[in-house]
């Protein structure tokens, strides 16, 4: 069956960095895109980023656009996402999902503060 494992997060200051690793398995993690979502306490699940299944195409939000950056390793079926420059706003849980379909990891939390 589809599982996706999140990893990395933790408590990091303002202006600070982390690396978040989603470890795929139970498909062919090569042939799909794969997206990075958040959600903070009382809000809603948000987009974050997303990563064709080659690697050679990502997108967005504006809010972490120039910060994070979303890359991919098809040999060892994981995605990242480097988030750099830290804000308290980006405090969430974060998922990782096969784009196209409903399938999601169970999150690891981030806490951005000093």
């Known amino acids: 069956q589809v599982q996706l494992v999140e990893s990395g997060g933790g408590l990091v200051q303002p202006g600070g960095s982390l690396r978040l690793s989603c470890a795929a398995s139970?498909?062919?993690?090569?042939?799909?895109?794969m997206s990075w979502y958040r959600q903070a306490p009382g809000k809603e699940r948000e987009f974050v980023a997303r990563?064709?299944?080659?690697?050679?195409?990502?997108n967005y939000a504006d809010s972490v656009k120039g910060r994070f950056t979303i890359s991919r390793d098809n040999a060892k079926n994981t995605v990242y996402l480097h988030m750099n420059s830290l804000k308290p706003e980006d405090t969430a849980v974060y998922y990782c999902?096969?784009?196209?379909?409903?399938?999601w990891g169970q999150g690891t939390q981030v806490t951005v503060s000093s």
């Open positions: 139970g498909f062919a993690f090569s042939r799909y895109s």
């Open positions: 990563i064709s299944s080659a690697g050679e195409s990502t």
């Open positions: 999902k096969r784009t196209t379909a409903d399938y």
